[in-house]
């Protein structure tokens, strides 16, 4: 009889220890579907060796990008999403004219058809408090790296880049057909063209070099 009676207790004490293993390894499975804080967002961008600026959730820094051997400068921001399961990474481009008439409804029409085509969930949208449009995609937050931010980054950098006929308000004209833009070798920063324009911080304004 005491055998079966210190077999049942060594059967329940294993199902315990197998039971405290499954709840630490869902524990664990269930902190890095959670991903990063928001701190941890500003450290993960530190981390690429930029300087982000804080302004309330937000972080602004200034990103460096080279796309067909030319040399740009962004400016970017990332936020934590509200139920922390996602980051929005956001590249500032032109201010919308203050002057109805120097804004053609058919490149307007060329922002919202492109992005059809953009793909890997990026796309145009306009911030009314700053009158700027921005370039934006959202990326999972789930087991981010700062690797995997940089690849993010440059991914939304080139689009940028490649899409700048059509969102670089300088190129909009009465018929709404961008311009194509000129002087595409890479230049020293002294004499870049400037290429886009920045949110409401203290940020330079983007440049191609």
């Given amino acids: 009889m005491k055998v079966i009676k210190s077999l049942l207790v060594a059967g329940v ?43 309330v959730s937000r972080y602004d820094f200034a990103f460096q990008t080279v796309v067909n051997d030319e040399e740009w400068e962004l400016s970017m921001s ?20 203050t002057v109805s008439a120097e804004v053609p409804k058919t490149a307007l029409l060329r922002l919202l058809a492109q992005n059809d085509e953009l793909g890997g969930g990026k796309f145009f949208s306009y911030i009314p408090a700053t009158r700027r449009f921005v370039l934006q995609r959202t990326i999972p937050n789930e087991e981010l790296t700062s690797a995997k931010l940089r690849v993010s980054l440059q991914d939304l950098g080139a689009s ?9 308000v300088s190129n909009w004209n009465p018929t ?12 020293p920063a002294s004499t870049g063209a400037t290429q886009s324009a920045v949110n409401e911080s203290k940020f330079e304004q983007p440049i191609r070099k």
Wanted: proline share 7%.
């Fill in 13 to 55: 004490l294993a199902s315990v220890g197998t039971s405290t293993v499954s709840v630490q390894q869902a524990s664990a499975q269930d902190q890095a579907a959670v991903g990063v804080t928001e701190d941890q967002l500003g450290e993960l961008i530190s981390a690429l060796g930029l300087e982000p600026e804080k302004k």
């Fill in 176 to 187: 709404g057909i961008p311009a194509a833009p000129t002087g595409r070798s890479t230049q």
């Fill in 160 to 168: 940028v880049v490649q899409t700048y006929p059509i969102w670089s």
């Fill in 78 to 97: 990332a936020i934590l999403s509200k139920d922390g399961s996602g980051v929005w990474l956001m590249a500032w481009l032109d201010p919308l004219p």
